[in-house]
Every structure is written in C-alpha cells, then in structure tokens.
C-alpha cells in the first residue's frame, strides 16, 4: 500500500521526459495512473502497459478533446481526483520575430490547456471530496529568459493560477500547488541544443555551471515533488510554488 | 544498519516535537535539542540554543553513541506580538539569539562533518510572517527573516559539497507557542485562510521531512506551509 493508494491521476504530456517520470512515481505510490500526450504513440501505450494505466492521448489545448480525455479516464479508473498538468509546448524566437500563431500556441496550450485540465477535472474531484492539481509551471515563469516571451508568460500566467485556485478551491479540500523546474534532462533539451548549434553535452555543462548543485535537473527530482504535493494528508501547503532547481534561484516566485 | 543520525531543536514541543516524531517513525534516530526533555528522541539534550559551545558539545557527545548527524533541522523558537515601540533591548537580543543564534549554532556544530562527507542537509523553520509581515510582529519577522537570508546564502555556498540547505516557512500552527486568546486563534482570522483553519504541526513535519530525504534537488528553497495565509 503506497501514500496514493485508492486514487486515480491524469497526467498530461507523459509519453517521455518528466511527464512519464512523474507517472511512473505516481503508479509507485499506489495510484491509478491516466497518460496523456498530444496524440498517441507507441511510448504512451508502452507506459501505460508498463504502470498498469490508461494511455488517452488528446490534445489539451482542444477543450473538447480535453474533457473527453478526462471522461475516458474517469470511466476506466474511476473518478480522477489527482491532476498533473505537465504538458508544455515550446517555441524561441526573438519578441518582434515571433509568428503570432506560434505565439499564441505557446500559451494556448501551456495556459489554456491546463485551465481545461482543472476545469474538466473538478466535478470528479467535488464528486470525491477532495482533490490534489499539481501544476508544472517553470523557473523560466519566475524569473524570464530571452527569447522566450511566450513560454514564460504561459509559466508566469500558470503561477497566478496556482496561486488563483489555491486560494479558491482550498475549502473544498482540492489542494493547488505548482513545480518550477529548473534546467531538466528531458528530450526538449537535445531540441534546444540543436537549436544552439551545440552538443547535449555542452548543454548539460553549460547550465550546470550556473546550477549550486552542480547538475541538472533529472526527471526523478522533479516527478518526486510531484508525489510530496499529491499527498492527501496535508492541506496546510496551498497556492504555493515549490522550485526544484538544485539552488539557481533560491525561491523567487 | 545502523540508524541515520538527525538532530532537532526545539523538539520537545509543537513543531519540533512533531519533525522528531516524523523522523523518528522514518527510522531515524533523533537527537532532540530543547530546554526540557524531548520525546520521539533516541537521545535528549538539554541545552539552550543559543549556547554555541553547548550544541557543539552536545552533538560531539551523542555522534560519538549515535554517529555523525546527517540531518539537522533548527525549529527552537519563541514568539511573541509586540508593538515596535514596546520591544526593548533584551527583547530585541534574544529574538535574533534564538531563531537566528540558534540556527548558526547548529550549522556550526553539524556542518563541517557534513562538509567532509560530502553530504547532509539541514533544514531552518522560519515563518509565513518572514514573508508576508504582521501586525506588531517585527522583531520575530525580522529574526525569521534573517534565517531566510542565512539559508539561501549557506545554500549556495555549501551545495557544491554536496550538503543542502533548505527552509520551512509555516503559517500560524497549532502549538503552544500560541496562547489560547491568540488573535491567531480568532475565528475572524482563521477563515480569512484559504482551508479555514491553522496549520497542524504534523503538516510541517510531513514537509520537512520531505526536504530532508524526498527532494534531493531542492535547494535554498522554502517550502510554505502555511494555510494559504501568503500565497
């Protein structure tokens, strides 16, 4: 019997890289577990099949497609009352150069999406008397990075919804916190190192230079915040972002 | 095996008697620092806090029966609410003595063995108030603020060897540092906080706990629980 015995999540983007990290730790502790990613794959059946899931892919900046993800879910496992709102879409480019549907993608899918998530899955949660959403915002939210208006104005904007729902759903024992990750070894990283003309290897030494700790992050450290904020026995922390960078800022939110 | 080694201050009540607790149910062996006996704890040390040479004797003596301190977490404190123009002197001195003293003379006794083994971790309880502010609480916010500032400095300069430093900033809790007639307690002020209701120490301990052996990649970072009361 793990600490999520008898409760069931969703977690969206999880057919690599955190997203799967944190499914993987959620299904450790005893927790019916929904993955989710943009469209279906082999990787998302592969987990699912691996944690004993449920792969339903869907793409959440789709309201539809989201509330149907989550009825599918519901149906299978019972009523989902944990929310991993991990998804993300990424795009750089200079402030006066970003096309604006791009633009506009970014923070339809990283805000929006997350916004139909919790929305989708609220009536369950009410349904169940209590609820946990863990929202993975992003260190870049906190503090911006150049060339990256859009993606850290979706993570700043998921922060004031974190902040938002926690202060209007705490009554109701649904329970909001957010993630700020710092630099994390996830697939994205190979992406942005090809974008920089550079070797992952240059990459991973180059941020961990900036990083006390000296490394970056690993999916592991993150999906392990996941499951602290998915605990059904504390309410006390609430509204709340717990960065989990290994010391590059030191809490700023 | 033998058991793993953390030491609490202040455990011989509220929050640090529900951290020793915690801990203690994880299977580690605690030694409780307080003025009082402390139970939950595999050794009891009665020792003030902002005694320096004290806490190092008392860690030296009991690393020798237990083994080195792996874990430390400074929760002794005192509260008190106080116009600024009434906190005198004396009142001024012990509050940075014991909630920012203590923490250091803790640090000094736990951190260079850590330092050679390349690993450890302590962990400061501060406060919701070092964040937010208080009515008439100035000297305790300015002495949890300055455990704020001391950690996210010791963070970033210990983490490179491997020893993490991070901080729990709660909101009003259910202890007896807060008397019965606390305006904490009033039903005016509880449910202003978002879950209607003060924090409960074990909720603490839970995430204390966690930032000692769940979040190994949490660094120089506070962890709020605190009923909603800043967010």
């Given at each position: 019997m793990g600490r999520l015995s008898g409760h069931v999540a969703f977690v969206s983007g999880?057919?690599?890289?955190m997203g799967a990290a944190h499914a993987r730790r959620l299904a450790a502790e005893g927790a019916l577990v929904a993955v989710n990613d943009r469209v279906a794959s082999p990787a998302l059946d592969e987990l699912a099949h691996e944690i004993g899931g449920l792969p339903v892919p869907a793409d959440m900046a789709d309201r539809e497609a989201v509330f149907a993800g989550l009825d599918r879910a519901s149906e299978h496992l019972?009523?989902?009352d944990i929310v991993v709102a991990n998804h993300a879409y990424m795009s750089m480019s200079d402030f006066l150069d970003h096309d604006e549907d791009d633009w506009w993608r970014v923070i339809d899918t990283n805000l929006g999406g997350t916004f139909w998530l919790i929305q989708a899955a609220l009536p369950r949660m009410r349904r169940r008397g209590a609820g946990r959403v863990v929202i993975i915002s992003s260190e870049w939210g906190q503090i911006g990075w150049p060339q990256a208006t859009a993606y850290s104005a979706s993570k700043a904007g998921l922060i004031s919804l974190t902040k938002t729902l926690g202060r209007e759903l705490a009554r109701e024992h649904i329970i909001v916190n957010a993630i700020a990750p710092?630099?994390?070894?996830?697939?994205q990283l190979q992406v942005d190192a090809d974008a920089a003309g550079v070797t992952l290897a240059a990459m991973h030494e180059e941020y961990a230079a900036t990083i006390p700790l000296g490394r970056i992050g690993a999916p592991e450290d993150i999906a392990a915040a996941v499951a602290f904020l998915a605990?059904?026995?504390?309410?006390?922390?609430?509204?709340q972002v717990v960065s989990v960078n290994g010391g590059s800022t030191r809490t700023r939110a | 095996m033998s058991q793993r080694v953390a030491l609490v201050s202040?455990?011989?009540?509220?929050i640090g008697r529900a951290i020793a607790a915690e801990l203690s149910d994880r299977g580690w062996a605690v030694l409780g620092v307080d003025l009082g006996p402390a139970p939950h704890c595999a050794i009891s040390v009665e020792v003030d806090v902002t005694d320096f040479a004290g806490v190092a004797r008392a860690v030296r003596q009991a690393e020798q029966q237990l083994?080195?301190?792996e874990a430390a977490v400074s929760a002794a404190g005192h509260y008190a609410i106080v116009p600024i123009s009434e906190i005198d002197p004396s009142a001024w001195l012990r509050m940075l003595r014991v909630h920012l003293g203590g923490l250091a003379a803790i640090t000094r006794a736990v951190l260079p063995g850590m330092v050679q083994r390349g690993s450890g971790t302590i962990v400061a309880v501060t406060s919701e108030l070092a964040i937010g502010g208080g009515d008439s609480d100035s000297h305790y916010a300015s002495a949890k603020g300055a455990v704020i500032g001391f950690v996210r400095s010791l963070a970033a300069e210990v983490a490179p060897q491997g020893v993490r430093i991070n901080a729990v900033a709660p909101g009003p809790?259910?202890?007896?540092?807060?008397?019965?007639?606390?305006?904490?307690?009033?039903p005016e002020y509880l449910s202003t906080l978002p879950i209607g209701r003060l924090v409960r120490p074990d909720e603490v301990a839970l995430c204390t706990a966690a930032l000692i052996?769940?979040?190994?990649?949490?660094?120089?970072e506070i962890i709020s629980p605190n009923a909603g009361a800043v967010i």
């Open positions: 999880a057919a690599q890289g019972g009523d989902v710092g630099v994390t070894d996830t697939p605990d059904f026995r504390m309410e006390a922390l609430v509204g | 202040g455990a011989a009540s509220g083994g080195p301190v809790t259910d202890t007896p540092l807060l008397a019965a007639d606390s305006p904490w307690r009033a052996e769940e979040l190994p990649f949490c660094v120089g």
